[in-house]
Each structure stands twice: as structure tokens, then as C-alpha cells.
């Protein structure tokens, strides 16, 4: 089959832990080469942001990502990409008239609006995969939602338009069914991990190096949702821990960061700031040795579509404790592989820390259970056999297993 996903501004290419690279990248690109190793034709569409981009660059997958011109060459926020879908799906709709794709993966709402502008008057089904919804973002953001206007009603219109929406979580399909889609418009495939990369054995990194403290790690973007400031916040009522936070810039970068900075000023107010380690971005190659050596993660944003991290952590046997927000609620059980707190408070996230860090047995138990949850649901070859499962739904009418509904 011939795939085409659109991902206006998250590329396969793009290093991860900027404002606008993480998890979204790693399901397109490990989605992509998956199915690029099934045998189908895999081309991934995202905007040009760099002169210097070849207009297609083949990757050792199999997979072409194609660099579509739309805007200027230069990286922007994804929030001012909007009035650059109409060119970008113009520029799609050139290239899918002379060789239409079977099927088109749509990947975030601005690639929805340009797909189906792209696939105007062509036979070809739309997938989309909003990766996260504007009512969400608006109700915890508010007046700091830089989201365009037009983003609540073009979500809804892609999701009345769009052939199937793959959602990576039960909640998600609840939250489209308050903006008026029905939960029969959806099949649910999550988001995986690479359990051959994150296992549960091998060795613990070495640095920075262990203090006598408990060792708590948080893991993801330097941006205000993360929630990183509620792990800080805790970490007053945990006296024993410190707090390794892996994201953003490099270290050299750090010092220019907004959110680091944000970060450190809350701690030195506290009184927490010899406690703090902010690590700056972590190669992927490094990151099972650095989850290995923490007794637990912590994943405490104000909201997460859906959340990589827990099952990174799952995957190498490190228990969680997670925000009661988003996809956390299908990946993490409640007291088998880790706890859930409410989301901004930091009274509870310590008490569930202290409670446990107080039990080595409990965090050893949970970090088993993680592991063999993480394996049994949430391989990447379970994804891509799921996502396969909906292009044959929209391609051909075929049943859809429960699994992938």
C-alpha cells in the first residue's frame, strides 16, 4: 500500500526536546519505518524549515520524507503554522494527482486541514491523528493558549470529514464525543515503546552521580504543561529526594532557556535549588541507563494527550507516578505499575512519593508489573498492527478487530 502521512511540523529529522519535538515525532517516524518494513510505500510530508533540506531524503527504514514549501524555510512555532496549510496542501494536492496514495495519515489538526485539502476531488481516505485537542489545551491554557482561533472549529470539521480518527486514548475518544464526534468514528490504537531499547536489564548510569538522596526523574519538553514545577514544588515535603529533570537544550543551552530558568528561580524560592539537576537533553542512546538509575519517574503535567514517558519508564522497571490527566489513565494502573495523583497539587504527588519511596518492595513489585505491561501492550509492532488494521477498515471496509476499535 501506499502511505502518505502528513506531519506539518513534527519531522522523523528533528532532534527531540525542543518546544515543538518529542513524543509526535517518535510515533511518526517509528510508525512510519514499521510500516515501511511491512513492505508498504512510506512517504512522510512535513514542512520545509531549513534551506539546506534536500526536497526528499530517503532514510535507512525505507521511508522518504519529503520537505513540502510552505511558508518560509525557517523553523517556527507550530501555533503560527496555520496560515501555511492552505499552501501545503496545495502543494499536496500537486503531487497526489499524478500519484495518488492508497491511503493518507493526517498527524496533528493543521496536517488534517491539509490533507484533506490535499485529497480534494481524489478518492483517497483520510486517518487522522490529532495527537492533542484544542478544547483540552484552551481549557487548562486559557488566555495563554497561543492556539489559533479557528482551531476548535477546524478540529470538529475534520473530525466530521475525515474517513476514520485514530485516537491513542480512551479519553480522547470521550473528549471528541463532547465536541459533537461520535465514538463510533473512532478506533483506538496507543502510542508504543521500543521494549528492546528500554528494558529492565542493564546498567544504571553513572552520571551525574548518586548522592545518598532518593533519586526522582521527569523526563520531557521544557514547556510550562509538562508540569515540572509540581515535581520541584514537591520535592519541599520530600526531604530525602532529589529531583534529575532530562529535556530541553543541551546543558551549554540551558542557561538561555525560559522554562529552565523558570524552574530554577521556583526552586531557589523554595529552597530546593541544591536539589534540582536539571540535565538538558539526553541523547536517546543514554536514556534506559538514566531511567534505570531512578528509584521512580515522575509524569506530572496539567494535561498529556497521551504520555510516552510512563511507558519508557514501564519498559525499563521503573515505577510511575502520573498526573490523573489524559492517556496516563490507560497506561498506568493505579497501584499495579505505578500511582495516580491529581494534577497541579503538590501535597499529594509528595505523599505518594514518600509513601513510595518507604517501600522498596512495593516500587520493586510495581516496577515488574511495568515492564511486563509495558511488553504486553504497548509494543511498537502492536501499533503499527493496529494502525494497519484501521488503513484496511477505510481502504476496503474490512471488519475492524475490537483491539484496534
Request: charged share 25%.
Amino acid at each position: 500500500m501506499r502511505i502518505a502521512m502528513v506531519s506539518e511540523h513534527a519531522s522523523p529529522l528533528a532532534p527531540l526536546g525542543g518546544p515543538d519535538a518529542g513524543g509526535q515525532n517518535v510515533y511518526v517516524a517509528r510508525l512510519a519505518g514499521l510500516l515501511a518494513s511491512h513492505g508498504h510505500e512510506v512517504t512522510v510530508h512535513t514542512r520545509r524549515d531549513d534551506t539546506a533540506l534536500p526536497r526528499r531524503v530517503p532514510l535507512p527504514s525505507g521511508v522518504v520524507v519529503d520537505h513540502i514549501p510552505a511558508g518560509p524555510p525557517r523553523a517556527l512555532p507550530k501555533d503560527e503554522l496555520f496560515v501555511h496549510m492552505p499552501v501545503f496542501g496545495a502543494r499536496l494536492a500537486e503531487a497526489w494527482r499524478e500519484e495518488p496514495p492508497g491511503v493518507v495519515h493526517a498527524h496533528f489538526w493543521m496536517s488534517g486541514m491539509a490533507a484533506l485539502l490535499g485529497t480534494r476531488g481524489l478518492a483517497v481516505p483520510v486517518v487522522q491523528t490529532f495527537h492533542a485537542l484544542g478544547t483540552v489545551k484552551r481549557r487548562h491554557q486559557k488566555d495563554t493558549d497561543t492556539s489559533p482561533p479557528e482551531r476548535l472549529d477546524t478540529e470538529r470539521r475534520i473530525g466530521s470529514s475525515c474517513a476514520r480518527i485514530l485516537a491513542t486514548c480512551s479519553d480522547e475518544v470521550r473528549e471528541l464525543a463532547r465536541m459533537g464526534i461520535a465514538p463510533e468514528r473512532c478506533s483506538v490504537v496507543p502510542c508504543g515503546v521500543d521494549t528492546r531499547h528500554f528494558t529492565s536489564r542493564g546498567p544504571a548510569a553513572t552520571a551525574p552521580r548518586r548522592t545518598a538522596r532518593h533519586r526522582l526523574l521527569t523526563v520531557g519538553r521544557l514547556v510550562p504543561r509538562k508540569g515540572v514545577d509540581l515535581a520541584v514544588a514537591a520535592l519541599t515535603r520530600i526531604p530525602d529526594a532529589e529531583l534529575l529533570v532530562a529535556g530541553g537544550p543541551d546543558a551549554k543551552g540551558l542557561a538561555a532557556d525560559r522554562e529552565a530558568v523558570r524552574l530554577q528561580d521556583i526552586a531557589r524560592r523554595l529552597g530546593v535549588a541544591d536539589r534540582l539537576v536539571l540535565l538538558g537533553r539526553v541523547p536517546h542512546e543514554d536514556m534506559p541507563s538514566l531511567i534505570r538509575s531512578a528509584d521512580l519517574m515522575l509524569c506530572t503535567p496539567v494535561y498529556e494527550p497521551f504520555g510516552i514517558v510512563p511507558l519508557e519508564a514501564m519498559a525499563c522497571g521503573v515505577p510511575v507516578i502520573a498526573t490523573d490527566v489524559g492517556g496516563h489513565r490507560d497506561t498506568v494502573a493505579h497501584g499495579e505499575t505505578g500511582l495516580l495523583v491529581p494534577p497541579g497539587r503538590p501535597e499529594p504527588l509528595a505523599a505518594a512519593v514518600r509513601e513510595l519511596l518507604a517501600s522498596p518492595r512495593t516500587r520493586e513489585h510495581f516496577g515488574q508489573a511495568g515492564r511486563i505491561r509495558a511488553v504486553a501492550r504497548y509494543t511498537w509492532d502492536g501499533v503499527a498492527n493496529g494502525v494497519e488494521r484501521v488503513y484496511a477498515l477505510v481502504t476496503t471496509g474490512a471488519r475492524i478487530p475490537s483491539e484496534a476499535r
